[in-house]
């Protein structure tokens, strides 16, 4: 009787390589205790630290007399904690009331030097400030508290919410569906689909991608613009989210790091711990910044073309408009055809992607862009005959584009890809 959950699975020969099921369980298990802690973690700073934090906002102003004061200490597993114990008396509406205070946290902390420090400003027989609760006025502190980063502890829940939550997502949505499975359901098709036709009279290709999204643009100059592959204002969103995520976690570390160096209590592990963060958010600060760079100094490309799709040893005219204020060392524009092929190794989908030709259609050198007259250029394009069409399927894609590539003085190169469809000759569509 087969296993229903095994262990390892034979893969060639003598060899052996992890269960997929065994690694599909423990992702989905990975994913739902980082889930579980972000929200049990989310818990815990609302219940114990935002929530008193927000209510002492409402707090009254009043006055009351210090009748004592000493440290209050408690010793655990952690060794001894201390904190300030500060005996204060005040009279609401008639009554009086006698109490043992200091802030709306009122936790136990290390180092009974800071302790020392706190009570020391308060002197016994004198008045001082002091805020109570009117809903329950035996609720009084002596500081409302004020601590910013009581706020920035919601990054770490937040981030185990967000990266088990939608790892448990994507893991949930791939359940029972092997990558056999989702290739056939996709390479399946109908037999009245390949003599079908996409609305426009010309016939449609079974895995050639659809052209819609790039004809249903018209162009200045020419027939159709091109749309961009990905825009640089979403490149630039995606750094941005990925810096303040990163950061946003590294701050918060390196205040906990710092207020234990400053207080004299160094935790040198998580110094050192803390630095390869530090690197990398570094990092990712320094290519935000050149993403900016690059998005606000180079305006935006547009690129036409006469005609759509295109075929197999088909010329057409191409019209490059570049805007903006630059001293541009030289500009190209390239046709390039990039294969790409999607995997899977074990338990893990990988995919590789390759330009498997490449021709230079236009070229200009040493020229200067002004701000109000962008720079424009025409060519010819012309697709090599008997080149392969496009192609999308589940594992394989063949994708053809329009590739400008410019090299400005002062600021870093940048590319810009226009994706273009290339079907089967056909009869040139039944034309």
């Known amino acids: 009787m087969a296993r229903r959950l095994r262990y390892f699975e034979k893969k060639r020969g003598n060899r ?31 219940v114990r630290l935002m929530l ?115 790892g448990l997502l994507w893991r949930m949505l791939q359940w029972g569906k092997s990558a056999e499975r989702r290739a056939a359901m996709v390479q399946r098709v109908q037999p009245e689909e390949l003599f079908a036709t996409n609305g426009k009279g010309r016939p449609r290709f079974p895995g050639v991608p659809d052209d819609t999204n790039i004809t249903n643009s018209p162009g200045t100059r020419l027939s159709y613009r091109l749309p961009v592959d990905i825009s640089p204002a979403w490149r630039l969103f995606v750094w941005a989210v990925a810096c303040v995520f990163w950061n946003g976690i590294v701050w918060v570390l390196l205040v906990v790091a710092v207020r234990g160096h400053v207080e004299g209590r160094p935790d040198w592990w998580v110094t050192l711990f803390l630095i390869p963060f530090l690197l ?19 305006a935006p490309t547009q690129v036409e073309m006469s005609q759509h799709p295109l075929h197999p040893g088909q010329s057409c ?65 012309r697709v090599p005959d008997k080149a392969m069409h496009s192609l999308r399927t589940a594992h394989n894609a063949i994708q053809w584009k329009v590739v400008v590539e410019g090299d400005v003085s002062g600021w870093p190169e940048y590319k810009r890809a226009f994706p273009v469809v290339v079907r089967p000759d056909a009869g040139r569509d039944a034309s």
């Open 16 to 46: 052996r390589t992890g269960s997929s099921k065994l690694g599909f369980a423990w992702e989905i298990l990975a994913f739902g205790v980082l889930l579980a802690i972000g929200c049990v973690s989310l818990w815990i700073s609302v």
């Open 52 to 166: 008193p934090e927000w209510q002492a906002r409402q707090f009254v102003e009043h006055r009351c007399a210090v009748v004592g004061k000493q440290i209050g200490e408690h010793r655990g597993g952690d060794g001894t904690t201390y904190r300030p114990e500060i005996r204060i008396t005040y009279e609401v509406e008639g009554t009086s009331y006698t109490r043992e205070t200091y802030d709306v946290s009122w936790r136990y902390t290390p180092g009974r030097e800071k302790a020392q420090e706190t009570i020391d400003r308060f002197e016994v027989g004198k008045q001082y400030a002091c805020w109570y609760d009117p809903a329950d006025p035996s609720v009084c502190v002596l500081v409302r508290g004020d601590n910013a980063w009581v706020w920035l502890v919601l990054v770490i829940p937040l981030s185990f919410i967000v990266i088990g939550g939608f």
């Open 280 to 298: 990398v958010g570094a990092v990712l600060i320094g290519v935000l910044v050149r993403q900016m760079v690059v998005t606000t100094a180079v």
């Open 317 to 381: 005219r191409l019209f490059v408009s570049q805007s903006g204020r630059l001293e541009v060392n030289s500009i190209r524009v390239r046709l390039v055809c990039e294969e790409e092929a999607t995997y899977t190794q074990g338990t893990d989908t990988r995919s590789e992607n390759r330009e498997v030709y490449g021709c230079e259609v236009y070229r200009r050198e040493g020229f200067e862009v002004r701000r109000g007259q962008p720079f424009e250029a025409e060519c010819e394009l």
